[in-house]
């Protein structure tokens, strides 16, 4: 026995057997006893609870939604929700780090200096104190009756209130889709079709791609204008109440605000790693070919820096996403939110955390599935460029 | 252990070794004998398995077919021989491999401190002995990265030899120095040699194969295909193969 | 021909200025504008935390919501509240000694001669430990004062010092399985590791606060405060695994052949040859990881701690000092700020100085 104990092969597979059989009994025990707990509470286990209406409400919904709907239809609502509110919360942060970062890169002192205080200041500073802080000024704000008025803009303790095109929800969603061609299209066919056409025509069949994706925008706007309406529909002051226009509600404005604020003090720092990488061998040998600055930047800098960047910004973004969870800080219905609450309604407590494993596990793999493949297109790119 | 091999077993053994790299076969049926105090220089072209064969010996890589018993404890799945044999076979690698994060004496204290339970003082006493014996006692306080390639490949000699083994393995210890090094460390090894050591080192340096070596294996495709001593080896070779290696190793 | 090399004049101040800032006219309108930006930002915000505010108490709420600029008297009148939460008046002394403690014990596991194994458990443990009998007392006639009466800067402090010294050397056994070479083991630690990277944080907190309890037996449940450190201490654990990991990758696989050449057990090549290499290559990306837990900590307040961000909201959240939300939430950035600049500074000075010896 002691000397079985003492071969090499007998120990590994005992180790083996051992670690997995402990962690594995370990989940297994605990899933058997909460089912015990649970069914002691009179929760029956399993997914059927997913066709049965809730009976409460969430507070942001992109999709319609009554307390009458069933729990699968909420759960779709979250995963929505914070899609989109990371998508929003990723977009502006990404603008936000730009310039920033920018700034950092600047060969001016002064714009460096205010880059580089804005990321000392914003990044030091947790995410959740941020989300709390904006929240505090905008449910101070005054009143819908004493709005600020800002451009057409109205900020309110009830969230803020935009311009927006009078059009049916269909036919927003269809130009939102043609705006996004617009811009996804060009820099496909730059890729499928850069070794068939030379450069300017390249440029040309991107441009007028571009153009009748917008004209496409524009027509889908015009069509499903609602009738007898001004085309864009401005927020104003009704008895007591706003309006007309978009309403943001403070919890979505609030967290899309500190992520793109807190998000882009860090991608800032991408952003300035990714131009440090750059070598100023690459820039001096652009500039000494007599490329104008601009040129060096569009056509050496920014591409080689992009490549640099990319990974990191892929973490940064699936860390973004999975910050929405702050939502429940506020009371914004994002996904976990609602697997918390259906947690509390329904006690179905099991089934709910499984959900939402599955969830963000689904988010993260093909957040980082889309970032393989962009990566992949660039680094060919920048093969070229070394080349 | 010590009472099974003190009469005529041999201080290694290997029988019909066999080393496979997943369906790669690095090593095909070796077989060797090494006597105690034997010198044995093992050489050959780049890829033979010369590696392979001697990290073999002290479980660095696993054999998959064959025996290797060393100093009468045989080499198996068992692995309190495992320790036993490590302690008892010293090795001197290629790119030295001190531990950078300790002094010159620390890397020579440690092993004998940890695994051979002496006391602090002993182990510093054997450790200035041996760093005495390869001619640095003054950069015991130094750090490895502060040393020479050739001091550091003998603070590599003196560690090894702190463990007292009754066996040392070099595998290439002066193909990574510049020219002007390697003799301090061929010259620590020829007094080694002289001492009594079982040594068996790869290496090309064939002038000192001639000096010390008693017999001089060659392998190629992971056999031993000529063994003989070092006069007949170099110059009466029976194997067109070995004459060719001898041919482009001596030949400038 | 003949070379004449001329120095260039030494320029003047006023010359050094011109090139500077405005070399080009892009350059002048940059210069500008971030000028104006910065003036007026300054401007604004001195005014408001400075000449305009008001920082006694005497006047009272009214007389400081009625200032144009901040209202700092919120503070002076309710700093105890953020700082110590519930925490016994008399006892508030000891809760302010604790959060020193950590504070020192911070500081000396900043300097290289605690970074041995041995010393760095010793400061944590006993830092640990002194801050554990000042706050819970109940020995050395310190009243007791329980866990839920904790709070402020001192809980904050206790839930990032244990998430750490849990998490810790968490992160290196994970590390250690994930590399093992027995399949089994590495894939399932992977899958481990991999799993709870990809979840929030604040999910994990929530199932371990409040899904735990029912899939754990009674004897086993304990205080929600340690359950919530425990998966706090887990999600830390999976980043630094991979960090470590990282840094292990980095010590050259000869290290390892030569300790087992020497005869050394697993044990003694992971503890005395893998990890003091390891970690030292993994130090900037670990205090990075520390000051990213050190921000995270304030997630708790989410599932129901009166950490200092809770206390903050009850601070200005009762009765008379509603207005002075924007002063107490500035008062507490600023004290995250504080900790967490300085330590992300610290870790930068270190990377550099790293990446300088190594050349
Ligand atoms: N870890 C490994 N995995 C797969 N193949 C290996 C491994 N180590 C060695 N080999 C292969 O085994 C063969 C023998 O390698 P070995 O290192 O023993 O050669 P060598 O005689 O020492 O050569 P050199 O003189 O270059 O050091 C080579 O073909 C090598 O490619
Ligand atoms: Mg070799």
């Known amino acids: 026995m002691v000397s079985l104990l003492r071969n090499q092969k007998v120990r590994n597979a005992l180790l083996q057997v051992l670690y997995v059989g402990s962690i594995a009994a370990m989940v297994l025990a605990g899933i058997v006893i909460a089912r015990r707990n649970l069914a002691d509470q009179g929760i029956t286990s399993g997914f059927d609870f997913l066709f049965k209406s809730t009976g409460w409400d969430v507070n942001f919904s992109l999709l319609p939604a009554t307390a009458n709907d069933p729990y699968w239809w909420y759960f779709l609502i979250g995963i929505i929700n914070t899609l989109f509110l990371g998508s929003v919360g990723l977009i502006l942060a990404t603008i936000v780090g730009t310039i920033v970062g920018l700034a950092r890169t600047s060969s001016n002192d002064l714009a460096r200096l205010l880059g580089r205080t804005y990321v000392d200041i914003f990044r030091n500073i947790p995410l959740i ?166 040129r060096v930047f569009t056509l050496v800098r920014l591409p080689l820096a992009l490549r640099a960047m990319l990974p990191i910004l892929a973490n940064q973004y699936v860390w973004l996403m999975k910050a929405t969870t702050m939502g429940i800080a506020v009371g914004f219905t994002d996904f976990f939110m609602i697997v918390a609450l259906t947690i509390n309604h329904s006690g179905q407590t099991l089934e709910a955390i499984g959900i939402l494993m599955a969830g963000f596990l689904a988010i993260n793999l093909s957040l980082a599935a889309v970032f393989n493949r962009i990566n992949k297109a660039i680094a060919l790119k920048g093969n070229q460029l070394r080349g | 252990m010590t009472s099974t091999n003190s009469t005529g077993e041999p201080a290694l053994r290997i029988e019909n070794l066999d080393k496979y790299y997943g369906t790669f076969q690095a090593l095909r049926g070796i077989n060797l004998s090494v006597q105690r105090g034997e010198k044995i220089v093992v050489c050959g072209p780049s890829g033979s398995g010369k590696s392979t064969m001697i990290r073999c010996i002290n479980r660095l890589e696993q054999h998959n077919g064959g025996r290797i018993v060393v100093l009468g404890t045989e080499l198996n799945d068992d692995v309190g021989n495992i320790d036993e044999i490590r302690r008892e076979v010293g090795m001197v690698f290629q790119h030295f491999n001190l531990f950078p994060h300790m002094t010159v004496l620390e890397n020579c204290m440690i092993s004998p401190m940890i695994v051979r339970k002496q006391p602090r003082a002993q182990a510093e006493a054997t450790a200035r002995h041996y760093l005495e014996k390869v001619r640095i006692p003054e950069q015991a306080m130094k750090y490895p990265s502060q040393l020479s390639g050739g001091q550091q490949q003998r603070v590599a000699i003196a560690r090894a030899l702190c463990m007292q083994p009754q066996i040392m393995l070099f595998d290439e210890p002066t193909s990574a120095l510049d020219p002007e090094m390697v003799s301090e460390v061929l010259d620590v090894m020829v007094t080694l040699a002289s001492e009594g050591m079982t040594m068996i080192c790869v290496t090309h340096e064939m002038g000192f194969a001639r000096r010390v070596a008693d017999r001089v294996l060659f392998m190629d495709g992971g056999e031993i295909l000529e063994e003989a001593p070092p006069d007949e080896f170099f110059t009466s070779s029976r194997n067109e193969r070995t004459r060719q290696f001898l041919s482009q190793v001596l030949g400038h | 021909m003949e070379m004449v090399v001329v120095a260039p004049p030494a320029p003047g101040r006023l010359e050094d200025l011109r090139r500077r800032f405005f070399a080009t006219p892009l350059q002048a309108v940059v210069s500008l504008a971030c000028l104006t930006i910065m003036v007026f930002l300054v401007w604004k915000l001195l005014n408001w935390a400075v000449f305009s505010a008001v920082f006694t108490t005497s006047g009272g709420p009214e007389a400081c919501q009625a200032a144009a600029g901040a209202c700092w008297s919120v503070i002076a009148a309710r ?38 194994g041995r010393r760095i458990a010793l400061v944590w443990g006993a830092g640990t430990g002194l801050f554990y009998v000042l706050m819970k007392g109940g020995v050395l006639g310190l009243a007791h004062v329980g866990e ?208 300088v010896s190594e050349r």
């Open chain 1, 129 to 294: 104190l941020q989300v709390f802080f904006w929240y505090a000024i905008i449910t101070h704000l005054p009143t819908p009756r004493s709005a600020h008025e800002a451009w057409g803009f109205l900020l309110t303790s009830r969230g803020l209130y935009i311009p927006f095109p009078n059009v049916g929800s269909a036919a927003f969603a269809a130009a939102t889709v043609a705006v996004i061609a617009a811009i996804v299209l060009p820099a496909w066919l730059g890729r499928t079709s850069r070794l068939a056409q030379p450069i300017g025509q390249r440029r040309a069949i991107q441009l007028a791609a571009a153009a009748v994706a917008l004209a496409c925008a524009a027509i889908i706007l015009a069509l499903g204008r609602l009738p007898d309406t001004p085309l864009l529909d401005f927020p104003a002051l009704q008895g007591l109440n706003l309006r007309g226009g978009l309403r943001i509600p403070p919890e979505f404005a609030t967290l899309a605000i500190a992520i793109a604020i807190y998000g882009g003090s860090y991608i800032a720092e991408i952003v300035r790693g990714g131009f440090k990488s750059v070598g100023t061998g690459q820039v001096e040998a652009a500039l000494s070919l007599g490329l104008s600055p601009w």
């Open chain 3, 79 to 116: 700093w105890r509240i953020i700082f110590f939460g519930l925490y016994p008046y008399e006892g508030q002394w000891r809760s302010a000694l604790a959060c020193v403690a950590v504070v020192v014990m911070t500081v000396l596991s900043c300097i290289p001669a605690f970074w041995t």
């Open chain 3, 148 to 355: 839920e009466a904790w709070g402020g800067l001192a809980l904050t402090l206790f839930i990032f010092v244990t998430t750490c010294l849990i998490g810790f050397p968490l992160a290196i056994c994970l590390a250690l399985l994930r590399r093992s070479e027995l399949p089994w083991i590495s894939r399932t630690t992977g899958l481990i590791i991999d799993g709870v990277r990809s979840l929030p944080l604040i999910s994990i907190l929530f199932t371990f606060a409040v899904v735990l309890p029912f899939a754990l037996p009674q004897w086993l449940q304990g205080d929600k405060l340690y359950r919530v450190i425990l998966g706090s201490a887990l999600f830390f654990s999976a980043y630094q695994a991979e960090i470590v990991r990282g840094g292990m990758q980095g010590v050259a696989t000869g290290q390892e052949e030569a300790a087992m050449a020497l005869g050394m057990r697993y044990w003694q090549r992971i503890s005395r040859i893998l990890l003091p290499q390891a970690m030292r290559n993994a130090m900037p990306a670990t205090i990075n990881q520390f000051v990213i837990s050190f921000k995270e900590t304030s997630l708790v307040v989410i599932v129901g701690f009166f950490e200092i961000l809770a206390s903050g909201n009850a601070a200005y959240g009762t009765g008379e000092w509603r207005f002075a939300y924007v002063e107490v939430y500035a008062f507490i950035a600023f004290i995250y700020f504080i900790f967490v600049f300085s330590l992300s500074r610290y870790g930068a000075f270190l990377e550099r100085r790293m990446s």
